[in-house]
């Protein structure tokens, strides 16, 4: 199956910093998600971004997919970035949507 | 619009015990995912659900693991008998459709088995 590899794996930074998370993965993918995953455990969709740029607030992700990559950006983090951060691939084909994640980027942001 | 909704959100019980979770997708959503995510790994699917029919199972452990879909609504997701390795968060995620569109994830059943 597609392998998703995460970096890097452990981040820690002080209130005010930028950062840029990296997302590799082995095949082609239809589809690629972000996702962010609270202390709570909840997990928030970030972004759906198969392809291209895309950009919401302090965020933006860009996918490369003809060169398997995808990059998240945080800019000025704050203590609410922290958490952890998932990619998620499908690379499926056909109608069967099916995410296979990554093991994430622990962020902590430090006031 | 309510999220996905799941209960109990923990459960502790000991090995060789059954238990069942519980899961309210967001209302018009026609596809469900059950999830197990083990601590310091992101989430495995386990079943996919399209209304009430099975998608794919392949990672499901059936000599233990079951869930339906009634309806095409609510899901449960029964493990019966737990054993030691099955402590994990398990999460629900539903989507409006089976095609490339966003999954929603509700807030997790945290099950602990001693």
């Known amino acids: 199956g597609i392998q998703v590899e995460q970096s890097p794996p452990d981040l820690i930074l002080q209130e005010g910093a930028n950062s840029t998370l990296r997302c590799n993965f082995s095949?082609?993918?239809?589809?690629l998600q972000w996702f962010h995953q609270n202390p709570w455990g909840q997990l928030i969709n970030l972004f759906y971004?198969?392809?291209g740029t895309k950009q919401n607030g302090r965020l933006s992700a860009t996918t490369v997919a003809t060169e398997r990559y995808s990059l998240l950006y945080i800019s000025s983090s704050q203590t609410t970035d922290s958490g952890v951060y998932f990619c998620a691939v499908d690379a499926s084909g056909g109608s069967n949507y099916k995410l296979t994640f990554g093991k994430g980027t622990l962020l902590t942001v430090n006031p | 619009e309510a999220g996905v909704a799941q209960s109990p959100r923990y459960k502790i019980i000991e090995k060789r015990q059954s238990v069942a979770f519980w899961c309210n997708p967001i209302s018009g959503h026609a596809t469900l995912y059950w999830y197990q995510q083990i601590l310091g790994q992101g989430p495995k699917l386990l079943i996919q659900?399209?209304?009430?029919?099975?998608?794919?199972d392949s990672q499901l452990p059936k000599d233990r693991f079951s869930a339906e879909r009634l309806k095409g609504v609510d899901s449960t997701l029964k493990i019966q008998p737990a054993k030691l390795e099955d402590s994990a968060v398990y999460l629900c995620a539903s989507s409006l459709w089976e095609g490339k569109e966003t999954q929603y994830f509700g807030p997790g059943t945290r099950l602990l088995v001693l």
């Open positions: 971004i198969p392809s």
């Open positions: 095949d082609s993918v239809n589809n």
């Open positions: 659900f399209q209304n009430n029919g099975v998608v794919d």
